[in-house]
């Protein structure tokens, strides 16, 4: 479709579906309330801490007219309302749970917009001994043996969030088995050293680890297609908004995606 007839196609599209709506909102009164025009869209925080929704919301007016409306919620949040028709749709992060919906056709129109790098963060000392470890699922495993050991400290990702559920996919779930290191017999440089953990590379540059030990903490792994998040968008099919679905479209067009390519390397472009 030509650049100038784009916008006008889907504001009228956009216009068309709610006014279509208009008759069965009257026939229903006061029982549900009217929808805003545009859709209200679940948002992991790592992605609108890096800019990207601004930079999207800014475009789509120019564009289209009209904007989502973003809501900050953490990955497990934005997919549990997308399976209760809460949300219209979801910018999460890439997560077991987003297969388990898709399999049941509880979210459809997904789609994968950009990736992001995860670290593996920890002391420059190398206290658990990773330095040599070419996997990362390995080098993972072995820095939560000596955490167990209380060689180590490895900071746990929130439970059931992205960065938790790669980890116990990096180590065919020990991750989430591990419990607190014991305490070392005697205090030492090691017990005093940073603690491992992941973080994405968009976080990490939009909102760094801060405390006294964040300045000696050293990135332990490179670029790795198994060290990595997607941002996915999807559609909720129990609340079937049609600017929802115009919203999944735009984002994949290359006025969008040319912002992803200005955050990188926060994000960086992927190909379906």
């Known amino acids: ?10 504001q009228w599209s956009l216009t068309g579906w709610v006014a ?18 545009s859709p209200l869209v679940g948002v992991d925080p790592v992605i609108q801490a890096s800019g990207l929704t601004a930079r999207w919301a800014s475009a789509m007016r120019q564009d289209l007219g009209w904007s989502a409306r973003w809501s900050a919620m953490d990955t497990p949040e934005v997919l549990d309302q997308l399976e209760l028709g809460q949300l219209d749709a979801g910018l999460f992060l890439s997560h077991p749970k987003a297969d388990a919906l898709d399999k049941q056709g509880l979210i459809y129109n997904r789609h994968t917009l950009a990736r992001t790098d995860v670290l593996l963060l920890g ?5 658990a001994g990773i330095r040599t470890e070419a996997d990362p699922g390995l080098a993972l495993k072995q820095v939560l043996a000596a955490h167990s050991a209380g060689a180590a400290q490895w900071l746990a990702p929130p439970a059931g969030s992205a960065l938790a559920a790669l980890a116990d996919q990096l180590t065919q779930g020990l991750a989430s088995k591990v419990r607190a290191a014991p305490t070392p017999v005697t205090a030492s440089s090691r017990s005093a050293a940073p603690a491992y953990r992941l973080l ?21 792994w490179g670029k790795d297609v198994h060290l990595a998040l997607d941002m996915q968008v999807a559609c ?34 992927v190909k379906e």
């Open 1 to 10: 479709m030509p650049a100038l007839a784009r916008r006008p196609f889907l």
């Open 123 to 127: 002391p420059e000392m190398d206290v």
């Open 20 to 37: 279509l709506q208009a008759p069965e909102r009257a026939w229903s009164g006061a029982r549900v309330a009217p929808r805003a025009e």
């Open 236 to 269: 909720s099919f129990r609340a079937r908004h049609a600017g929802a679905k115009l919203l999944v479209t735009w984002l994949q067009w290359p006025l969008a995606q040319g912002s992803v390519k200005s955050l990188q390397p926060a994000w960086q472009r």
């Open 200 to 220: 994405t590379r968009a976080q990490f540059l939009h909102q760094p680890p801060k405390g006294p030990q964040s300045e000696r903490l050293k990135n332990w």
